[in-house]
């Protein structure tokens, strides 16, 4: 392809440049931390430069997002989905290496575990120069099985071998990547998630978010964002509430998500006599929303990569109490920024959620030093997407110079 002449003379270099082949790869467009990132990440691309794919499941609650995004092919697959399933995860792998062929596939970035496996397997069956795979939080963990979390740890081990750049959100990752023996040290590039602040500095009041939960002005509200599975351990959030409604009958908790383990919650409410005390908002998008009706913000999450949730509430102001999963030390030291426990110590968190519902100025003081964190220019959605963007520019520089 010729290029345009510049008002020198000379070659526009990017008109002629060929686009670079680009697919992304995720289990599913649900209302997660992962997704939303890699949304994100996809907007912002210079769609000059890429031909951009998104292969992921058939269903998923941002579909329609994705859908929207200018410049992007969305691919779903009937096969794909979370749980283990032999014959569908062999027919999405063969449905992978056939489109990564069909459509000459240069670069093949991968996101969440069971797509980080099958997307990384079938581009390195089909030999695609570049393979990229993303760390929301590794696919083992301690919770697991010991003959479980050990296949994984394989699984890690043999797909790192054959990927050219892995990709973490936080130290920690790296750090327990290496540990496990995952690929070396060279491979790693560290990107932060990119959180739009100027979102989270919405016009409506606090009053205005309680109205339509049904909450008094002057209530306490804590809340949490999360999907309700066992990893984020929405239960414990229940038993938190239990505790702490002793001491402070009027504060009210608020779950914004949904999933598998909904019934259970349910269940126990009712069991705890809580359903006026806890309210289940179900899924909601504008999270910006959600976080500006909250006093406090908890999170109770088993194992996290760095928890996009908390980032949002710090961009919001909230007051945070957290489990201690790793990668959130880096954005939260305890007593700066907000305080971090033990996952499952529930009496730990009842004290120091405790702690900020008697102190307005103790919530002020913690939300202030966050407000200095989160708006550090490594959390910039801009800065995520250019890092990235260089990743894929060295890297097919380093393919053009073998």
């Not at 941002?62 to 859908?67: D, E, G, K, R, Y």
């Not at 920690?172 to 040290?185: E, P, T, V, Y």
């Not at 599975?229 to 505790?243: C, E, N, T, V």
């Amino acid at each position: 392809m010729v290029g345009n002449l510049g008002i020198n003379g000379s070659r526009d270099i990017t008109q002629a440049m060929p686009k670079i082949n680009l697919l992304y790869v995720i289990t599913k467009l649900e209302l997660g931390g992962a997704q939303k990132q890699l949304l994100s990440l996809i907007s912002q691309l210079d769609k000059n430069k890429y031909h951009v794919y998104l292969f992921t499941a058939k269903r998923g609650l941002l579909i329609s997002q994705a859908q929207s995004i200018s410049g992007l092919s969305l691919v779903r697959s009937k096969f794909l989905e979370r749980p283990f399933n032999p014959i569908k995860d062999l027919l999405v792998l063969i449905e992978l290496y056939f489109f990564i062929k069909k459509n000459a596939v240069q670069i093949v970035h991968t996101h969440s575990s069971k797509a980080g496996i099958l997307g990384r397997v079938a581009a390195a069956l089909a030999r695609t120069p570049g393979i990229i795979h993303t760390v929301h939080g590794w696919s083992f963990n301690h919770y697991q099985p010991a003959v479980v979390n050990r296949f994984c740890v394989w699984l890690e081990r043999l797909c790192a071998s054959f990927t050219s750049k892995i990709i973490v959100v936080s130290e920690f990752d790296q750090d327990q990547g290496l540990k496990q023996l995952i690929g070396h040290r060279q491979q790693y590039s560290l990107i932060r998630y990119g959180v739009e602040i100027q979102d989270f500095k919405v016009l409506t009041q606090k009053e205005e978010m309680r109205k339509l939960w049904g909450i008094s002005d002057t209530a306490l509200v804590v809340g949490t964002v999360a999907c309700f599975k066992p990893q984020k351990a929405p239960l414990d959030f229940i038993a938190l509430a239990a505790r702490v409604r002793e001491n402070f009958p009027g504060v009210k908790f608020i779950l914004v998500g949904d999933g598998k383990l909904r019934r259970k919650i349910e269940l126990r409410l009712r069991q705890l006599n809580l359903e006026t005390n806890v309210i289940l908002t179900g899924w909601q998008q504008n999270i910006p929303l959600m976080m500006k009706g909250l006093d406090v913000f908890v999170l109770t999450s088993l194992w996290e990569g760095l928890p996009i949730a908390v980032l949002e509430a710090m961009a919001a102001g909230v007051a945070i109490v957290a489990t201690d999963t790793g990668g959130i030390r880096e954005v939260i030291a305890d007593g700066r920024g907000g305080y971090l426990v033990k996952p499952h110590d529930i009496l730990a968190m009842q004290l120091r959620l405790e702690e900020f519902l008697r102190s307005v100025k103790k919530r002020e003081e913690l939300t202030s030093y966050s407000s200095q964190v989160i708006n550090n220019r490594d959390f910039l959605p801009s800065q995520m997407a250019g890092h990235t963007q260089q990743l894929y520019s060295s890297l097919r520089q380093e393919q053009e110079d073998v």
